[in-house]
């Protein structure tokens, strides 16, 4: 099973600050990862896939990079609406083929 | 849109089996891998299993003994059973749409139900 840890647990930050999340893996999953935001009550929304692609309506101040076993979610600019918890998410060859990182909180400073 | 709900019972007793249903709208159920997606309260999110609409499955090594996904064409509707249920499975539980783009085509989660909570106790 390939294993996602997520980094920090819980970031604390301010509107209009920049946020940078990490996620690795395990073993390499290529750039087969996703990111998804989750507001308190509400679904996983999917924000980014193969590592750097926004899914359709996401805003232009986040931003994913990195493959193999790193990657990184950035919020440039935060916004209100932005605090939630993020998770990461990879799709391998190895059973089970998803799995998802712990997720990061961000929470208002 | 592709719209997913979730429906049934929120309370069910330790050994039982948990049986959901998630109902799409707005599109049709072929041509698309589905999955159910679980999260317990305060933590975070476990994928069970996934069917395409043809009827293949595939489910998470740590469930198959007691997991079984079907679909319904017909219906538009694909569910879930759980059983031997403890009150480790206590969670809300999501039924989720693949993504359907590119060459990683059904590595994601695209569309997701509201989920619904379901309580394992006695």
Redesign the interface.
């Known amino acids: 099973e390939i294993v996602l840890t997520q980094s920090p647990a819980t970031l604390s930050l301010s509107p209009g600050e920049r946020a940078t999340l990490s996620c690795r893996a395990s073993q390499s999953v290529s750039s087969y990862l996703a990111w998804y935001q989750q507001k308190p009550g509400q679904a996983p929304r999917l924000l980014i896939y193969d590592a750097s692609n926004r899914a359709t309506g996401i805003p232009a101040r986040f931003s994913g990079s990195g493959s193999g076993t790193d990657f990184t979610l950035t919020i440039s600019s935060l916004e209100p609406e932005d605090f939630a918890v993020y998770y990461c998410q990879q799709r391998s060859n190895w059973p089970p083929p998803f799995t998802f990182g712990p997720g990061t909180k961000v929470d208002i400073k | 849109q592709v719209q997913l709900q979730e429906s049934g019972p929120g309370l069910v007793k330790p050994s039982e089996t948990l049986s959901l249903t998630c109902t799409v709208s707005g599109g049709s159920i072929s041509s698309y891998y589905w999955?159910w997606i679980r999260q317990p309260p305060g933590k975070?999110?476990?994928?069970i299993g996934y069917i395409y609409y043809s009827g293949s499955t595939?489910y998470?090594?740590?469930l198959k003994s007691r997991v079984t996904i079907s679909v319904d064409t017909s219906k538009n509707q694909f569910s879930l059973k759980l059983s031997s249920v403890t009150a480790a499975d206590t969670a809300v539980y999501?039924c989720a749409r693949h993504?359907t783009v590119?060459v990683?085509s059904g590595?994601?989660?695209?569309d997701?139900?509201?989920?619904t909570l379901v309580t394992v106790s006695s």
Request: net charge negative; aromatic share 28%; charged share 5%.
């Open positions: 999955s975070g999110l476990e994928w595939n998470n090594p740590s999501y993504n590119g990683s590595y994601y989660f695209l997701w139900g509201q989920g």
